[in-house]
């Protein structure tokens, strides 16, 4: 960030009184321009046991498989927009949306947020950004040709849950070496609910 | 927003090539200025039964009770800015983290996340941004001087559940209209696990 989006003049960094972090300042107009992370929003969409995913036809990781998911926009609740990102990737209507994935992404300032869904009827098509969709049994995942290591986890969980028939929440923090911390699943912090 | 934070020059509103929204555009450097949801994150601390709130000494609500909780910032996962956001404005050192309300606040563009957590000690004390802390038993709970209808939701909700002593994610959609939709607790959904 160079100039301020509301005057026009140059930015500063510098910690704004009452605040601990560097932030672009403007000198002129004295607004503050905070920075956050964005939601990411997608779904697990699942028809007769196999997984809708789609291939890629935009960078990052142009060809390689992922589920629909896309930046949640302004207006819009998180569910209307892995809703939205499922219907606009893979043309594709979902429905009884549970949410299962949360995923801080730290070094990207993103936090993904992936649901299990209901795909009633076997209905897809590429959009613009895909390549291709395809329904997926277990052993039909192209596990080494998928986009994000997010997917990769989404996936495990999912196939590791199913046989449990029990999907808890799964809270997931991945840093930039890419290795990841998996909680445990929330619903099961027996512990925590004792203490309530 | 009026100007481009990159270059400084003027923006427009259009909807860029292969998008459906209209976004500020910088017909100078081409920058597409993107505009998303905020995360708020935050904490039930719960300590013997009694709920840690916080006085705000900060507009909008001034004066009014809520739970520590405020905007995630970069460089960090929800989890950690809840935590963080006890510390700062409750002084207060909480324990095992749990996701509980997940709401989706349409018309100001966040998107809250509040977790239960545990409050080992009952130590606390008034942030920067705070008048006071106190622990409330259910009955004691300022309901006519709460400072946000999400945390009237977080609360009745944590009160309901602690009587079946589960405490299932609740997703919530609240409208400019300020009516909110509950959804069902997510892993009730027998329905969809059927389904997988």
């Not at 499922?86 to 936090?111: K, M």
């Amino acid at each position: 960030m160079n100039f301020c989006s509301q005057c026009g003049q140059a930015v500063e960094q510098k910690v704004p009184a009452g605040d601990s972090r560097p932030r672009y300042v403007c000198g002129h107009c004295d607004t503050i321009h905070y920075q956050n992370p964005n939601i990411v929003a997608g779904c697990i969409p699942v028809h007769d046991g196999r997984i809708l995913m789609c291939r890629r036809a935009i960078e990052p990781r142009y060809g390689r498989w992922t589920l629909p998911a896309g930046f949640m926009e302004n207006g819009e609740a998180v569910e209307e927009a892995a809703t939205r990102e499922t219907r606009e990737e893979a043309c594709a209507i979902v429905s009884n949306l549970q949410l299962y994935t949360v995923t801080s992404i730290v070094h990207v300032d993103q936090v993904q947020m992936l649901y299990l869904a209901d795909l009633p009827h076997a209905k897809f098509a590429a959009g613009e950004e895909t390549l291709e969709v395809a329904l997926f049994s277990e052993d039909e995942i192209p596990w080494d040709q998928l986009a994000f290591e997010t997917i990769h986890n989404a996936l495990e969980f999912y196939f590791a849950d199913r046989k449990n028939g029990t999907f808890p929440l799964r809270h997931i923090r991945i840093e930039r070496n890419c290795r990841s911390q998996h909680s445990q699943p929330d619903h099961n912090a027996k512990k925590q609910q004792a203490h309530r």
